[in-house]
């Protein structure tokens, strides 16, 4: 692979703007500093995930791999995901040692810890960046907190940058932590890709002669090969079946009019929607697709790529997030957790922005001042926004199916015949109970993870004739757990009483309400 130009040991940041070389107690002071805010971290995180009651799509995966006998199996089995397979792998062997979720947890802790330090560790970005890049909403809640695949993306996209442009660069090892992300989210190859081009010295390429020196390096198709392997295994893991259950709001529209639409909900990447943007009007696309929350969005992209002082970061930085919209506009109607990639992207952009260039702003340095704090300040607001969601979070405020859970088990209800309506209200209660499955109206059948094929209706609710098969073998009443409140007339034709509801909070996605069949 072609080599970038060496960091010299003192090097500036885009935030720094300019350090001497660390003398032997500036470089204790810095250690501390790490350790200091590291353990801070560590210790803040696991308060907060202790407390965290897993939501149906985190135990949705515990559930496929802890169910799935063989590897070929999961892999079958993740054909309705959409999902590469690493952290499903990586989750495969504790998964069959024990069917207590809390292992993917410490799981998804190690991996954010690990990332916090790659963020707190990178000495040539600014002290008080590294903080709030560490302490914000994505890294520190929304990927740190929430036990899914997008820790472990953003984990190996920064570890493969800071391979890149580190003091030491380790160019070949890059490569490889770009493919492995590739294969942990669909949504990591648009910014594994821009940042596996960025390595390549195009400045210096003036002739065919020169391209044709590149492409005959051996380390250049060795590392082309490894993308491309990550990429075509990835396809064939995602790739849907043809039975898969597609339905979403943009499929009767145009790719242009899907770039717009998630292009207009981008801005929850840099200020995650909370109660007072939510009584914002003009940020809801639903009224002004295209119009205010469009604007605001490219305003804040803007913003935080006049925030880098190098053209060549701002470059990536843009172009990354542009290949980022396109793809989800191609896929997905994305959410929240998505939009915390373009974040995600932009530390990497600031990394790639610590590299001594010569292209800095030069003339544009007012204008980059002023980006530069608005970007501040919109960090600290997203670290303020990690710690109202995490307290929020804290008192249980977005899914009761842990408590739902421990209430059927002190219960002893936990072994009786179960039914869970809708469809996708079922696996985070059947994790926590770590119960081999249970029936589901949506798709007429037994089973533990929601499996979402054509033929299913995952509002569907259980008919009375069904109730009545379920308690025959087992001469137990039969319990039926609901994500919303059944009315009167459904009970009596059900003939189930409400034994205990699960809701309260406005704040909370899951709600559930435990009913049971009356005796004959």
């Known amino acids: 692979m072609p080599e970038l130009k060496e960091l010299p040991a003192n090097a500036a940041s885009v935030y720094s703007g300019g350090a001497d070389p660390l003398t032997a107690h500036d470089h204790w002071r810095s250690r501390a500093f790490e350790w200091t805010f590291l353990g801070l971290f560590a210790l803040l995180l696991a308060m907060v995930t202790a407390r965290h009651q897993m939501w149906e799509d985190e135990l949705q995966a515990w559930l496929i791999v802890r169910d799935s006998s063989t590897l070929a199996e999961l892999f079958h089995n993740l054909r309705y995901e959409g999902h590469p397979a690493l952290w499903y792998l990586i989750l495969y062997i504790p998964a069959h040692l024990s069917w207590n979720p809390i292992w993917m947890q410490v799981i998804n802790f190690a991996i954010a810890v690990t990332t916090a330090w790659l963020i707190l560790s990178a000495r040539t970005l600014h002290w008080a960046f590294r903080v709030l890049a560490t302490f914000s909403f994505f890294v520190f809640f929304q990927y740190g907190v929430v036990a899914r695949s997008y820790m472990l993306t953003a984990m190996l996209l920064i570890a493969a940058v800071r391979c890149m442009v580190g003091e030491r660069q380790h160019k070949e090892l890059a490569i490889v932590f770009l493919a492995l992300a590739i294969d942990t989210h669909f949504y990591a190859i648009p910014i594994a890709m821009v940042f596996a081009f960025q390595m390549l010295p195009i400045d210096k390429l003036k002739s065919r ?15 082309c ?20 259950y597609t339905k979403h ?9 899907n770039v717009l639409w998630t292009e207009s909900r981008a801005w929850q990447a840099f200020v995650p929607p909370d109660r007072l943007t939510d009584r914002m009007s003009w940020l809801r696309s639903d009224l002004y697709p295209f119009g205010p929350p469009a604007g605001f969005s490219l305003a804040l992209f803007l913003l935080f790529a006049g925030a ?44 790639v922005d610590a590299v001594p260039l010569t292209d800095r702003t030069g003339g544009m340095r007012l204008l980059h001042s002023i980006a530069l704090v608005a970007a501040f300040l919109i960090l600290g607001l997203q670290t303020v926004r990690a710690a109202t969601r995490s307290r929020e979070d804290w008192k249980g405020a977005y899914s009761y199916a842990k408590q739902t859970s421990d209430w059927l088990v002190q219960s002893g ?14 696996p985070a209660v059947i994790g926590y109970m770590q119960r081999p499955s249970a029936h589901y109206p949506a798709c007429r059948c037994v089973g533990s993870f929601a499996v979402l094929k054509t033929g299913v209706d995952a509002e569907r609710i259980v008919t009375e004739n069904e109730l009545e098969d379920l308690s025959g073998p087992s001469h137990l009443p039969v319990i039926v757990v609901s994500g919303s409140e059944l009315p009167a007339e459904t009970l009596r034709s059900l003939r189930v009483q409400e034994l205990r509801t699960f809701s309260g909070s406005h704040e909370a996605k899951e709600n559930y309400y435990v009913y049971q069949r009356l005796s004959q």
């Open 413 to 426: 209800l936990d072994k009786e015949p179960m039914v869970f309506m809708p469809y996708r209200s079922g």
């Open 209 to 223: 002669r020169d391209c044709g020196k590149l492409f005959r390096d051996h380390k250049f198709q060795a590392a």
């Open 308 to 351: 880098l002082r190098t053209a060549r970061a701002r470059l990536i930085f843009l172009a990354a997030s542009a290949f980022e919209l396109v793809v989800m506009s191609l896929v997905y109607p994305p959410a929240l957790w998505h939009f915390g990639l373009f974040f995600i992207t932009f530390i990497l952009a600031s990394l």
């Open 225 to 244: 090969a490894v993308l491309f392997a990550s990429v075509l295994i990835a396809y064939f893991t995602i790739r849907p079946p043809a039975d898969i």
């Open 249 to 257: 709001g943009l499929e009767k529209h145009s790719v242009a009019y």
